[in-house]
């Protein structure tokens, strides 16, 4: 039977989305509910697997891990794109990598429930809700505020849509931006420097990579309003870190809402947790029952179709 691991299945959730059972006849199935501890623990316990089944950017799979699992001949990961596999290795080790389709609006859903929560503080105020206090703080509205987009794809046009419907101003910077969807979406087209300025809540929807690699720096956060909100949902590195957290930590903007970090899953002694202005969530944007039911079932397809000698939605 083919050797198959389900990894960084957190939840320990799959077998909740696929009949895994099922299949307990053709492949024999290993499932990892916790991260490695490092890449060296990784190619132990994977040493005997033919077929990885991964979550988009949880383990990375890079040109060591590949070159060392001598056995391993598929790589199905949820999306259609995954920074973290080195494609060109398995290419070169005749590993067949697949993808699955993913459902765009989660992300977008996600946002805007960041936005909303630091707009109106719900974070402290749930926590004095539980501790017995009463109106603690004072919220703002969205309305005539500007909404500031670092992307304007698949979705920061989502993003873009609810922006207006609150009412919002929305203006949109990328390096490759486009001016028709702009027009569609009525949304102002800016220069970067611009965006930081005026932003009230600026949002990232840019892809990971080296482009956007220290995209917001200390640089960008100090030309930041003092009353503004910064939102990540798209790629940790995006963002520096540390710079953020001095930031946050000296006011110079009035509060961050993070899903994605550097390191992942967030070490428990990261700064960012210990910070009232931060209101944090672990990379959750794509964490659904739609998304899983598609990921799982289209990676045993995917799976199926590379053991049927006819690979589909092939990542190149």
Request: glycine share 6%; with cysteine.
């Amino acid at each position: 039977m083919l050797k198959v691991a389900i990894l960084d299945d957190y939840q320990n959730v799959s077998h909740q989305f696929v009949d895994l059972e099922k299949l307990s006849g053709k492949y024999e199935i290993k499932i990892f509910s916790e991260p490695f501890k490092d890449e060296a623990d990784a190619l132990d316990k994977l040493a005997d697997i033919e077929a990885l089944l991964i979550m988009r950017e949880r383990t990375p799979i890079t040109k060591n891990l590949i070159e060392n699992l001598s056995k391993l001949k598929f790589i199905i990961t949820s999306g259609l794109k995954n920074k973290s596999i080195d494609l060109s290795a398995a290419k070169k080790k005749g590993i067949i990598v697949c993808g699955t389709e993913s459902n765009v609006n989660a992300t977008p859903e996600l946002t805007w429930a960041l936005i909303l929560g630091l707009a109106r503080n719900l974070r402290e105020e749930i926590d004095n809700m539980y501790q017995g206090y009463w109106q603690t703080t004072v919220g703002v509205e969205l309305k005539g505020k500007i909404l500031g987009l670092v992307g304007l794809g698949k979705v920061g046009s989502q993003v873009a849509k609810i922006g207006k419907a609150f009412g919002m101003q929305v203006m949109a910077w990328s390096e490759n931006l486009n001016l028709d969807i702009c027009k569609q979406l009525d949304v102002l087209p800016c220069s970067k420097e611009d965006l930081i300025k005026n932003s009230d809540f600026l949002s990232i929807h840019v892809q990971g990579g080296e482009r956007y690699k220290n995209c917001i720096t200390i640089k960008e956060l100090d030309k930041m309003k003092k009353t503004s909100f910064l939102i990540n949902t798209s790629r940790g590195p995006i963002v520096n870190e540390d710079d953020l957290i001095i930031a946050l930590s000296t006011n110079e903007i009035a509060g961050a809402g993070i899903d994605v970090f550097e390191k992942e899953p967030l070490p428990e002694n990261n700064k960012l947790r210990f910070l009232p202005n931060a209101l944090l969530t672990p990379h959750i944007g794509y964490v659904t029952a739609e998304n899983y039911n598609i990921y799982y079932n289209q990676m045993i397809e995917s799976l199926e179709s590379c053991v049927n000698n006819n690979p589909i939605r092939i990542l190149k």
